[in-house]
C-alpha cells in the first residue's frame, strides 16, 4: 500500500461537514467516493488533520489515504479531481512515508474568520462573511485579542465543555485586521477546541461594537465560563486556511 497527502480546497456551504454521515452530504464522503472510482478500491478511508463542521469552508484542509494504485501522483491528482464536484478539489497531491498521519503529525492550523461589517449587506459574500451591520473598530479588537495569545485554559471559548480530555491550548499568532469592508480574524494554534475560533470571532466583535472595553476579553479568559464570552459567529464565515507540519514529507521510495 501507499501513503498520499491530499490538500484539499472546498465550499462548505453544501456540505454537512467534514466528516462522514448517514443520508448526509460531506466532503470525506464526497472525496473517498472519487479515490475509490479512480481507484476501483471498495475500502477508502480519508484522514483529515481535523474535522470542520457544516457550512465551514477550507483553502488548505490536510488529508492522507492509503491505496495500492499504480499511478502516479499526477496522474491520481488530476483523475481525482475529474470526478469531484465544482464545489470541492484536490490542490496538490504527493506520496509520503507510510508514518505520515495528516491529523497526528499536525504540529499547527490556521483558521480565518472573515467579517463584513458596515450599513449594507454584500450579498456576493452572504457566504463567505458574518454579516455585521454596524462599523467595528478592528484596531480595539486587535489590541484585545492579544491577551490570548500564548499556552491558555480556553474553556471559555468552548461548546459544551467538557468534550477534550483538556481544554489548554496554545495559540502561537492572532490578529485582526481590515481589507476594506472586511475583517480578518487569522487564528494560529497547536490545536482547537470545539467552535473555539467562532467564539473568540463572536468575542472580538462585542470588543469591536463597543459593546466591550478592550480588556474584558482578559477577564473572560481568566473567568474560564463559556457564559461570560460572546456569541459562537454563524460557521459561513470561518476558513480553515494551513496546516503547518514539521517539514516536508520525503517522497516514498516506493514505485
Not at 65 to 90: F, H
Not at 201 to 219: H, I, K, M
Request: glycine letters at 6%; a positive charge.
Amino acid at each position: 500500500m501507499r501513503n498520499f497527502k491530499l490538500t484539499i480546497r472546498y465550499d462548505g456551504t453544501e456540505f454537512y461537514g467534514w466528516q462522514t454521515q448517514p443520508g448526509r452530504r460531506t466532503v470525506q464522503e464526497t472525496v473517498e467516493r472519487a479515490v475509490s472510482e479512480i481507484t476501483r478500491e471498495e475500502r477508502v478511508r480519508l484522514n483529515c488533520s481535523g474535522r470542520t463542521d457544516s457550512g465551514v469552508h477550507a483553502v488548505g484542509q490536510v488529508a492522507n489515504v492509503y491505496s495500492a494504485t499504480r499511478l502516479n501522483p499526477d496522474a491520481l491528482l488530476k483523475a481525482i479531481n475529474a470526478k469531484l464536484p465544482e464545489d470541492v478539489c484536490v490542490r496538490e497531491l504527493c506520496e509520503v512515508p507510510q508514518s505520515f498521519c495528516a491529523n497526528k503529525d499536525a504540529l499547527r492550523k490556521m483558521y480565518r474568520y472573515v467579517i463584513q461589517d458596515g450599513r449594507l449587506r454584500d450579498p456576493f459574500l452572504r457566504k463567505y462573511a458574518w454579516f455585521v451591520r454596524q462599523s467595528l473598530n478592528a484596531e480595539a479588537m486587535a489590541r484585545a485579542g492579544k491577551c490570548l495569545v500564548g499556552r491558555h485554559d480556553f474553556r471559555c471559548f468552548e461548546t459544551e465543555w467538557p468534550n477534550r480530555l483538556s481544554s489548554v491550548r496554545t495559540i502561537t499568532h492572532l490578529s485582526v485586521n481590515r481589507f476594506g469592508e472586511c475583517i480578518w480574524v487569522d487564528v494560529e494554534a497547536t490545536g482547537f477546541l470545539y467552535n473555539m475560533v467562532r467564539a473568540i470571532a463572536g468575542s472580538l466583535v462585542q470588543v469591536g461594537r463597543g459593546f466591550w472595553p478592550e480588556t474584558q476579553l482578559a477577564d473572560v479568559l481568566h473567568a474560564m465560563d463559556r457564559r461570560l464570552a460572546g456569541p459562537t459567529a454563524p460557521p459561513e464565515g470561518l476558513f480553515l486556511m494551513r496546516v503547518t507540519y514539521s517539514e516536508k514529507p520525503p517522497a516514498s521510495d516506493s514505485q
